[in-house]
């Protein structure tokens, strides 16, 4: 089987992008002006290698999460120009560029491609490839701007999950509330799915369960417990028991019933007054419409003296029916402070009445959350079991990109380097392979690079491993385990064994379990330390001598 047939049948395989906006022509134009000329010169079949990576770590970090990879893999399988496109690019180059070469992006199908990358989900560093990308040069630069989109954002939003999952902690419940204030609808999709990749729990945006099978929270907003005026507002007041045995025809008598106990009891007695009424009967209403899944928002009138105390007549009614009440959420106030404080309630509630588990009641926060916050709810003490965060996890509110770069390092089997007066920016030329090296303790300790021919580092060898490009960094290395970086994800030969794509769930495990085996150093909010990125020695004097032959040398007169 050639390329193009293996190419064919792949594509049979592999869905489509999960946007149908991420076409051939979602790029820049300055690509198919390379394309032509390209083209025009005769060189666009030439073989090229280019690297997919970013400079620095998000977030004042020291590590990235590698996400949208699967999405790059559905554009290339389906990468096909359409006759209306071509028609549009036409229009849109010069009337001067030949007709020969419309005809060439039509028959351009990414057969002759070649992807090797980091598996999605892994935990990833600076200059290290994310993806190695071989093929006709063309063709490949024509891929450069969506890679670099698809990966740049669904890195960006995965490592904020992390973090904020890493400052949560594990036991925490994470809810992903962001689409109402995402960068539009394909922003809100994509944050959804790569905030579940980096370890939240579930989504707010049911499109994005539909697409991708992530759990799906929600409750009611404050609009619902305004709505209401008076209880007299309920015309279907009956509920059936749990198990079915029979029925309350007045649950709202029955919840206005707990109200008064609780009220009058002694643990209880003078914490609050009269609760307002149209709160209860908007959270009785609720009940009513979803009894085994009754969450209520407590902050609409004032939390300890009418939210809490309603909540809590509603949950023992259902309690007295069969059901057990999820909880409560905080939208707004002190969150550390009313946490705790409603939690003694729960507490009050459980001694008071012997409702077994009351006290352990669920309480969610909400309202702007971010890392910060979290960090700042650590140090008080609280006790809140879950968090609903939108805006700064969705926007990446603490930086706007991660600034991966796609460069050319290798073509005709001629290694290429860019230079630059800025170090950060030098590329690291040719084709390489990856390896990350484990020491003693199990933990990851360096990554290195290594020409593509180079033996690859051993178990239980030695190894020096060299800063890129600053002479006096060195360490030798003496590895426990080596593992390979870079796999075949597409292969433009049949005779290439291709990595199989992951569901995302896996992706998801494959991140917590990467993120859990990093030094605990690496991984701190605060002044982390810099997890060391390498090259083995033959590769750093490869790049010096290469980077001395091409910088051009000054006259001074």
């Known amino acids: 089987m050639d390329g193009k047939a293996n190419g064919a049948k792949l594509r049979g395989k592999i869905a489509g992008p999960t946007n149908p906006m991420v076409t051939p022509i979602l790029t820049d134009l300055y690509q198919f002006t390379m394309a032509y000329a390209y083209w025009k010169a005769g ?107 698809l990966i740049n954002y669904a890195s960006l ?179 550390a402070y009313l946490s705790c404080e409603a939690r003694k309630f729960f507490i009050s509630v459980e001694k008071e009445f012997g409702v077994s588990g009351f006290g352990k009641t669920n309480i969610t926060a909400s309202n702007d959350l971010n890392e910060e916050t979290l960090d700042a709810l650590n140090k008080q003490g609280h006790e809140v079991d879950a968090y609903g965060i939108g805006t700064y996890l969705v926007t990446c509110y603490a930086q706007a990109a991660l600034g991966c770069v796609f460069k050319l390092v290798e073509i005709n089997n001629q290694p290429r380097i860019k230079l630059s007066e800025d170090v950060t920016k030098v590329s690291i030329p040719c084709k390489k392979r990856s390896f990350r090296l484990y020491g003693k303790e199990g933990y990851p300790l360096v990554d290195i690079m290594t020409g593509e021919n180079e033996p690859p580092p051993k178990t239980g060898e030695r190894i020096l491993c060299r800063h890129p490009f600053n002479e006096s960094k060195r360490a030798y290395v003496v590895p426990q385990r080596v593992e390979e970086l870079l796999k075949c994800f597409w292969p433009g030969s049949p005779d290439k064994e291709r990595e199989e794509l992951l569901p ?38 490869f790049i010096h001598f290469l980077w001395l032959n091409e910088a051009p040398v000054g006259e001074l007169q």
């Open 157 to 335: 939003v995965a490592t904020n999950a992390a973090r904020h999952r890493f400052v949560a902690g594990k036991s925490k419940l994470l809810l992903e509330f962001g689409l109402r204030r995402a960068q539009g609808p394909d922003g809100g999709i994509s944050a959804s799915k790569y905030c579940y990749l980096g370890g939240f729990d579930a989504t707010s945006n049911v499109a994005a369960g539909r697409l991708f099978g992530i759990p799906l929270r929600g409750t009611h907003s404050h609009a619902f417990v305004s709505s209401f005026m008076s209880p007299d507002e309920i015309v279907e007041k009956s509920l059936r028991r749990y198990d079915g045995s029979s029925v309350c025809e007045d649950f709202v008598s029955l919840v206005q019933m707990w109200l008064n106990k609780i009220k009058w009891s002694n643990l209880l007695r003078g914490i609050f007054g009269e609760t307002n009424q149209s709160e209860l009967a908007a959270f009785t209403s609720y009940a009513l419409a979803f009894p085994g899944n009754f969450l209520a928002l407590v902050d609409t009138y004032d939390v300890m003296r009418s939210g809490v105390p309603n909540f809590c007549a509603v949950a023992l009614a259902l309690n007295e029916m069969g059901y057990k009440a999820v909880g409560i959420r905080l939208d707004s106030g002190d969150l």
């Open 43 to 149: 060189k666009h079949n030439e073989r090229a290698v280019f690297d997919l990576y970013f400079r620095k770590n998000p977030f004042g970090g020291e590590y990235t999460v590698f996400a949208g990879l699967e999405e790059c893999i559905r554009f290339i399988a389906n990468f096909k120009f359409s006759e209306e496109e071509i028609s549009f690019i036409q229009e849109s180059l010069p009337p001067t560029c030949e007709d020969g070469f419309y005809d060439y992006l039509r028959g351009i199908d990414c057969s002759d491609v070649e992807v090797y990358a980091i598996p999605e989900g892994s935990v990833v560093f600076p200059k290290v490839p994310l993806m190695r990308v071989e093929g006709p040069v063309a063709v490949v630069q024509l891929l450069e701007t969506p890679y670099v989109n």
């Open 504 to 541: 995302l769930k896996d992706i998801r495990d494959r991140c917590i379990h990467q993120l859990e085996q990093m030094r605990p150093d690496h991984m701190r909010r605060l002044n982390p330390t810099p997890y060391k990125v390498s090259v083995s020695a033959k590769l750093y004097d």
